[in-house]
């Protein structure tokens, strides 16, 4: 069973259910449906046409769902409407989709939740650790966020600001988590700033290719992770790097700063640093000071922190982090990299073992793990 290809085809079946008149969270249970379907039925003999083969089942789905609720039996005559067998049509909806989803009777972090659950393939899971919420309150938001959207049109698409936040979060579970997504979320990024001239769409385009192009560098052979300093920046891809310091250049002199251009920055002055002892720390300071005016985000001022121990020293960046919650997510690897740095190797091993219990993700904490395990056998000699 390919996994990977009913993955792909289900944004475009969402689409196309939906603009045949399905509201939108029935359309999303017939699919889901249809999918089940699929795994069912396909390694007995897959279809030639599989997304033919997927509309035509949930269609079918959704009209069967729609019959059997008495309150809608008026659409019982969308039946003679059921789409012919034979190949769909090609065209993408996925991104249509994520702006249909960002629907006005939203507020922008439902309509992010919704349409990361619906459309991007993320768990509820994933999505609260992004939202830095519990589970089970994202999994709240998410149903109301469903029983909002179930009874209305979808002919107000939302605005551009919550699409560029989905296609933030997108790609960054992509890159860091367990689903690979990131291709996706640079390919439909594209397609945004190719319809849509805006600086900060241009922004994001620009920082999603400058992390991008440090991604094959990020891990071992092993698979364990390879922090930023010690990355080998030959196999960094400087084609993507040009692009996205060249987008970014030309959304900034428009002089509309938004906070994916600032992070662009960030990401573009580690990408001209030849080695890691060459890094520009201080420019990078000034930039999260912009983005902490442009959005109070505590992931933000911990990783200001960071920048402030290595332009400033590690003292420095310590009482910075001692203004934040301790309960940020990475705060305690923070707190043990920056007294490392200090010199007391016997608190940074604690908290390195601390943060390793604490990691997101196994890679994360295996890292971490060995960062404590290097000090204290450092210690022990």
């Known amino acids: 069973m390919n996994e990977a290809l009913l993955r792909s085809l289900t944004p475009s079946v969402l ?24 795994v069912r039925v396909w390694p007995a003999g897959p279809p030639r046409d599989a997304k033919g083969w997927l509309v035509t089942v949930a269609w079918r789905k959704f009209l069967d769902a ?4 008495a309150a809608r039996r008026r659409r019982e005559d969308l039946v003679d409407e059921e789409p012919a067998p034979g190949p769909a049509p090609g065209a993408d909806d996925t991104l249509q989709l994520y702006f249909l989803c960002a629907h006005p009777s939203l507020t922008p972090s439902s309509a992010v939740a919704l349409t990361l659950r619906a459309v991007g393939g993320l768990t509820t899971r994933q999505i609260a650790q992004a939202y830095l919420v519990p589970e089970a ?17 979808f002919d107000r ?16 579970e992509g890159y860091s988590g367990d689903v690979d997504l990131a291709a996706e979320a640079i390919r439909l990024t594209r397609q945004l700033a190719a319809a849509i001239d805006h600086p900060e769409v241009a922004g994001l385009l620009a920082l999603m290719l400058l992390h991008h192009a440090r991604r094959a560098a990020r891990t071992a052979p092993d698979g364990g ?35 994916f251009q600032a992070q662009a920055a960030v990401a573009a002055l580690h990408a001209d640093a030849p080695t890691a002892e060459e890094t520009d720390w201080v ?32 003292r420095a960046g310590l009482a910075a982090l001692a203004a934040l919650d301790d309960s940020l997510p990475r ?3 923070v707190a043990a990299h ?44």
């Open 225 to 259: 992770l390879v922090p930023l300093a010690e990355q080998d920046r030959a196999r960094w891809d400087t084609g993507l790097i040009a692009e996205g310091v060249r987008i970014l250049q030309a959304a900034l002199a428009r002089d509309r700063l938004g906070e």
């Open 15 to 38: 689409g196309i259910l939906v603009r045949r008149g399905a509201d939108f969270a029935a359309a999303e249970d017939a699919v889901q449906e249809a999918l089940i379907e699929a």
């Open 331 to 333: 705060y305690t690897a």
């Open 338 to 381: 920056l007294h490392e740095r200090d010199g007391d190797l016997a608190t940074a091993a604690r908290l390195y073992t601390e943060a390793a219990h604490k990691a997101p993700n196994l890679a994360e904490r295996d890292h971490l793990t060995r960062q404590a395990a290097r000090l204290n056998t450092h210690r022990s000699r």
């Open 283 to 314: 420019q990078i300071v000034e930039w999260y000071d912009e983005l902490t005016r442009l959005t109070d985000n505590p992931v933000v001022r911990l990783n200001r922190a960071v920048a402030v121990g290595e332009a400033d020293g590690p």
């Open 66 to 69: 729609t019959r059997a609720d």
């Open 137 to 153: 309150t994202m999994a709240q938001r998410i149903s109301r966020a469903k029983r909002t959207v179930s009874d209305v049109r």
């Open 157 to 172: 698409p939302g605005d551009v600001a919550t699409v560029l936040r989905v296609l933030y979060l997108v790609f960054n």
